[in-house]
Structures are given as C-alpha cells and as structure tokens.
C-alpha cells in the first residue's frame, strides 16, 4: 500500500520560509518522479515542481522559479519543497505527489501522477 504523508505546512506572514517534506512507503521511491501541486480555496489543484528519481532534472511552475526549491533523499524516501519569500497567493493546500518512469512531459497535470498525499496546509499573512 502506497502512502505519501506531507508535513511542514502552517502559517508565516508574507516573505517568510517553510520546508514541507513528504514522506514515502509502499513504493520504490528511486525509481518514481515526485511532484508538489498546490490548491487555494476555489481553484483548480495546480503544479509547483517536479524532480526526477536522481534529483538531476528539475521543473518548476513559473511563478515560483528563484523562490522554491525542491530536492529529493533517496535513503530516507522523503521529497522536500523549500518555500522562500512566501506571498499571500502561495497560500494553498499543498500536496505532493509520485509516478513511476522517466522524467518527460507531460508532466504537469494531476493525472500524470499515479499517488497522492492527503496534503499539508499552507497560509501567507500578508
């Protein structure tokens, strides 16, 4: 059984850091894409980032690009998403989210990924 458990969300006034981490079991992480989307109340689920098994290739949505990152550790199954300079419009449920194979488009939409984490919430105060 598959399990992908964020953790690290809460609230931070605007321009502040959180580091979410999304734990993985039930699955052999190494050989799976990870991604983070995100959600705000009212919109549709979005994509943040993607990295791939080795953590060599990188995709970032545009509006967060130079303000988060996302890395990987194979050894402890765990994907992070370091957020800086938070803004009121990164306030969302966050989620992050596994596909196994290589690391092509597409890439981007919730159904290119095969499991789902409850998700973490996330509010900037301006």
């Known amino acids: 059984q598959v399990q992908l458990e964020e953790s690290g969300g809460g609230l931070v006034q605007a321009g502040g850091s959180l580091r979410l981490s999304c734990a993985a079991s039930?699955?052999?992480?190494?050989?799976?894409?990870m991604a983070w989307f995100r959600q705000g109340t009212g919109k549709e689920r979005e994509f943040v980032a993607a990295?791939?098994?080795?953590?060599?290739?990188?995709m970032y949505t545009d509006s967060v690009k130079g303000r988060f990152t996302i890395s990987r550790d194979n050894a402890k199954n765990t994907v992070y998403l370091q957020m800086n300079s938070l803004k009121p419009e990164d306030t969302a449920v966050y989620s992050c989210?596994?596909?196994?194979?290589?690391?092509?488009?597409?890439?981007?939409?919730?159904?290119?990924?095969?499991?789902w984490g409850q998700g973490t919430q996330v509010t900037v105060s301006s």
């Open positions: 989210a596994a596909r196994e194979g290589s690391f092509r488009i597409p890439m981007m939409r919730p159904l290119d990924y095969t499991y």
């Open positions: 039930g699955l052999t992480f190494s050989s799976h894409v």
């Open positions: 990295i791939s098994w080795n953590g060599g290739s990188l």
